[in-house]
Structure formats: C-alpha cells, structure tokens
C-alpha cells in the first residue's frame, strides 16, 4: 500500500498537468479588432469631409475602443478623376470583430474575387458586423432600421464610373437633392442582392434622406490599411 500511494500520487499530477495542456491550447488568444461598424455617424448625411474626415472617425473610434495603435480607414470610394476603390485602401486581410470573429480572410473571400469564395461568401452579417464596442447593430426588422451602411462602391469594391454620383459628391454633400450614396446591407437583408457592400442608393445625401432608406450614416473602417 505505502507504494501505491507514491504511483497514485505521480498519476494525479500527470493527469493534472495534461488536463492543463489541453486546456490551454484549448484557449487561444483572441484576435485583435480590425475591423468594426461606426458606432455613431458623423452626423451630418453624407458629407463626411471627404474621406480624411471618415478616416479620422474612424481612428476617433477606434482609440476609445483601445484599438488607436494602428491605422484605420473607412471602406469609402471616390468617383472622377484621381477615383480611390474601398478595396484598396483596407490592406490585405485578415479581418476580425470586435470580439475576434473573423470576417473575411482575404479579398477573395471579402470580395468574391474567385469562384470558390465567391460561393461560400464573406462572413460578413449581422452578428459580426458590430461596432467598435463590439454590439450588433440594428438591421432589417429593428427599430428603427439602421442597415444601409455608406460605401460607394460597386460589389467588388470599386468606384462607380457611369458618370452618376454615388458617393453625395466625394463625401462632401450633405444636403438635400445633391447626389445619393451607395449603400450595402451590413445584415444581407433586403435589395434583392443582399449585399454588404452595394445594394441601392440613398435618397439623398441629407441626414434625413440617410435616414429614410434604412440607415443612419455609418460606415466600415478596417485596420492596417493605406
């Protein structure tokens, strides 16, 4: 018996120390926010300053949420000449939440860019899409209705070039009967398309026209981006 007691006591603490193996690779670390919905707009329709002035909302954001250690840039395009694509400026990718979920692993998944993730899609939807602070926001069926999201672009991320304007003149219109914005549905709900990125233009580039159509002047920002 004296023996066992030696034996047992060399077991427990094996088995201890591998139940404590397992539960630490069982725990990763999470992954740090690179992406997240504006949590308030700019609040003043679709003149955001132009995209200097959406950026710095979005770096504002971000360095209340603890995330100002890196750069930040709004998912916006430009139309005219010297046009910036959204997809451009938003590095390469990974992008997790808030809460470390990720959202698209690439371009090519964030985008569709290649048949295969074109058909699995991005992973972007109302539970992952959330603010800085790392809440749903509202969407289809919520009151109020807050899903159209500010791009600008087309579906694969680029600028619009058919000579109409989406984008409430580069970002500085914010008035009524001025333009319209191009919005996406961040919960893939509604527009027949069901995209995140491009579904309809706004009515106008008014708070009250972003208002209007399901929205409330927010937009997509993205760490690491040029």
């Known amino acids: 018996m004296k023996y066992m007691r030696p034996a047992l006591a060399a077991l427990a603490l094996t088995v201890a120390f591998g139940s404590f193996l397992v539960l630490a690779q069982g725990q990763q670390p999470q992954q740090p926010m690179t992406f997240f919905l504006t949590s308030t707009s700019i609040g003043n329709g679709g003149n955001l300053s132009g995209l200097a002035g959406a950026d710095a909302h979005c770096q504002m954001l971000a360095t209340a949420a603890g995330r100002g250690d890196v750069t930040w840039r709004a998912y916006l395009s430009t139309q005219g000449p010297g046009a910036v694509n959204a997809r451009d400026r938003i590095g390469s990718g990974p992008w997790h939440n808030a809460n ?17 993730p074109a058909r ?9 899409a959330r603010n800085e602070k790392g809440e749903v926001v509202n969407g289809a069926g919520d009151m109020p209705n807050q899903h159209d999201i500010l791009t600008g672009s087309t579906a694969d991320g680029r600028a619009f070039t058919d000579g109409m304007d989406h984008t409430c003149s580069n970002w500085t219109a914010g008035t009524d009967g001025m333009g319209s914005a191009q919005v996406g549905h961040h919960d893939k709900i509604g527009g027949g398309s069901g995209s ?17 159509t399901g929205g409330n002047g927010y937009f997509y920002c993205f760490a690491g981006g040029n």
């Open 100 to 116: 470390g979920a990720i959202v698209a692993m690439n371009h090519d998944e964030l985008h569709g860019d290649t048949i295969n």
């Open 196 to 212: 995140w990125n491009s579904v309809h233009a706004s009515r106008g580039c008014a708070q009250p026209n972003l208002v209007q």
């Open 120 to 128: 699995l899609g991005n992973r972007v939807n109302k539970n992952t």
